[in-house]
């Protein structure tokens, strides 16, 4: 073994160190679009996924269950299918090619949605279907309205529910495959942290691919304390009585 | 008490639920002003279903539900008539957010809240216990959490789905027990489901016994346990078909019942109702029914020569059944392992068994004998 092979780590670290805290401008640019593209999809994917999953989750029904099996089926579906199918609706030949938005952000958004709300619509749908049915029967039986016994049951869902989010934002926020080809990896318009990552290591710049594998690895950590926080806080404050 | 709105007179008609494989039917169902009703019925007679229709909750599309003769639809009855399931169905959190929660989604006012909240808490017995997280609560301590949250929100009736299933016999006793007097107290009007004749008995001021989806019998507790004339019914509550009868003789509070084929004449302590040639059913609780030597006969205010026709043993006690001589009648007698081992009982042998006139529970009918 090569000990002194090391030295690339400990060169890589230290300049990915330097460009961090130098702000050198293309690295803070491509976190800034990455952290953009990912929000604004998880935001939609939040908002399509919680609802279609207590949609499903509250009752099983036949069509229900067809939609759960679609959204389940859907968290195994690979990124670069999706980029695929994503880049021919928006090509200049496909149905949307008019709208121009092959290789913009909002095209990376799209496929991102694509991906993500599958994956928050059957953890939501897992987390409301496990809320017991007679709970709800309860608050109903207590006079709840109907928006009152969806927030009861959310509420009591939300463990499940934070890990929909949490699963959605590490879903699209690492994922490289669709928005290399549905973005094109254009720096300073579509290059986002990932596909930036791929590109800096076929060139050697180890320095660069490691201080937005820092950048990544960093929000994922934030993002996830976050939640974790978030899920446990209901819980800290029922111990006290809150 | 101050725990409850005005009690009401609840009443449930034309109940047809059709279900795979089973169907539910009655007619109509009252639930008098202040009283606990007990719905007892095997499992899967339709008990909770029908509460659950009673309670608006389910399968609710043809049945009318009245309050005081009025009725009502599911929005307006959400609120007044409260369910309690079998399991505690607890929120997430302290004990004292699962008692206000009713409160607060009906918008009383936060020191209000925390009043009735606190005064309900300590009527179910768990003051001091606002802070505590529900999980950290035994079985019993849910049920009366759950209890407390429905008391809080001042129910006009209540609806209790065997609150008491999941908890063992000695706590589910003392529960039953506390419960009934919380309602009792409370005056409110409730219905109580339970297969567990026992817990009947305890809570229950009426009783209607439900079977494969229609209630066979109902009517005043003791005396629907005690005096039951449908074959399916005594099978349930594993008593003898009632015996029918004629009032023979009425004086002052003491009365006897001639029965066609026993030689002699049962007394009994009869209302001030009663009237001669008035045709009656009766019968005796088995545990009321003792088997007795000659010489202790004078104790007893019925003495009866029996055959032992059958012994069933039911864990600490025996469960003897007895034809009583010169007729095809049953009783059924409930005896100790120690009584047993002092009578000794033998199949087919004659036995003089004896109990006392409180113990005979009779069932008036309107039309007179022709003839005994």
């Given amino acids: ?242 | 008490m101050p725990t409850t709105n005005q009690a009401i007179n609840l009443e449930i008609r034309d109940v047809d639920i059709e279900l795979d494989q089973f169907s539910l039917t009655v007619d109509s169902l009252l639930l008098p002003k202040g009283t606990t009703t007990v719905l007892l019925g095997p499992s899967g007679s339709g008990k909770s279903t029908l509460l659950n229709c009673i309670g608006m909750l389910k399968n609710t599309s043809k049945a009318k539900l009245l309050i005081d003769n009025k009725e009502v639809s599911a929005k307006e009855a959400h609120g007044k008539i409260v369910v309690i399931f079998q399991r505690p169905y607890l929120m997430q959190g302290s004990v004292e957010q699962n008692a206000t929660y009713g409160l607060k989604i009906q918008g009383v006012a936060r020191q209000e809240s925390a009043k009735r909240v606190k005064e309900v808490l300590n009527q179910v017995g768990l003051e001091n216990y606002e802070k505590r997280d529900v999980r950290s609560l035994s079985g019993g301590e849910a049920q009366r959490v759950a209890l407390a949250r429905a008391l809080a929100v001042k129910p006009q009736a209540l609806l209790l789905d065997e609150p008491l299933a999941s908890l063992d016999p000695l706590l589910k006793r003392q529960i039953a027990t506390e419960f009934g007097q919380i309602l009792s107290a409370s005056s409110t009007t409730a219905l109580y489901v339970t297969h567990d004749f026992n817990e009947a008995l305890i809570v229950a001021d009426y009783i209607a016994v439900i079977i494969d989806g229609e209630i066979k019998a109902y009517g005043e507790a003791r005396k629907t346990v005690s005096v039951c004339s449908s074959e399916e019914v005594c099978k349930f509550l594993n008593i003898p078909r009632a015996i029918p009868g004629c009032i023979c003789a009425h004086a002052n509070s003491e009365t006897w019942i001639e029965v066609e084929g026993l030689g002699t004449q049962i007394k009994f302590l009869a209302d001030s109702k009663v009237r001669a040639k008035q045709k009656v059913y009766f019968s005796v609780r088995p545990e009321d029914v003792h088997v007795i030597k000659e010489e202790h006969a004078a104790l007893y205010d019925n003495c009866v020569k029996a055959q032992l026709c059958s012994m069933v043993s039911t864990g600490e006690m025996s469960q003897l059944s007895f034809t009583l001589e010169d007729s095809s009648y049953e009783l059924f007698a409930r005896i100790s392992y120690s009584e047993a081992q002092i009578i000794k009982p033998e199949l087919y042998k004659t036995y003089l068994i004896a109990f006392n006139s409180e113990a005979v529970c009779v069932d008036y009918l309107e039309t007179s004998c022709i003839s005994v």
């Avoid at chain 1, 400990?10 to 990912?38: H, N």
């Avoid at chain 1, 994917?45 to 099996?69: M, N, Q, V």
């Avoid at chain 1, 949307?96 to 749908?125: D, S």
């Fill in chain 1, 1 to 242: 073994m090569n000990i002194q092979g090391f030295q690339i780590f400990t060169d890589g670290f230290a300049e990915a160190c330097s460009l961090l805290l130098d702000g050198t401008l293309s690295v803070w640019t491509i976190i800034l679009a990455s952290l953009k593209v990912s929000s604004l999809a998880l935001a939609i994917g939040l908002g399509i996924g919680i609802p279609l999953g207590f949609y499903l989750g509250s009752k099983f029904t036949i069509p229900r269950r067809i939609i759960l099996i679609l959204a389940n089926a859907g968290m195994g579906i690979p990124p670069t299918v999706v980029g695929l199918f994503v880049t021919m609706l928006l090509s200049r030949k496909g149905p949307f090619g008019p709208l121009n938005l092959l290789y913009t952000q909002e095209a990376m958004v799209i496929a991102q949605i694509f991906i993500a709300t599958p994956m928050v619509t059957a953890i939501a749908a897992s987390a409301v279907a496990s809320v017991p049915d007679e709970l709800r029967l309860q608050a109903r039986s207590l006079g709840a309205s109907k928006l009152q016994e969806m927030a009861l049951t959310l509420k009591e869902a939300r463990i499940g529910i934070f890990a929909a989010i949490a699963a959605g934002m590490g879903s699209i926020i690492s994922e490289v495959g669709a928005v290399q080809m549905v973005g094109g990896n254009i720096l300073g318009k579509t290059q986002v942290m990932t596909t930036a990552i791929v590109q800096y290591t076929r060139m050697g710049k180890y320095g660069y691919s490691i201080a937005l594998a820092l950048a990544l690895l960093t929000i994922v950590l934030i993002v996830n304390i976050l939640l974790t926080k978030m899920q446990t806080h209901g819980n800290e404050s029922d111990k006290r009585g809150a």
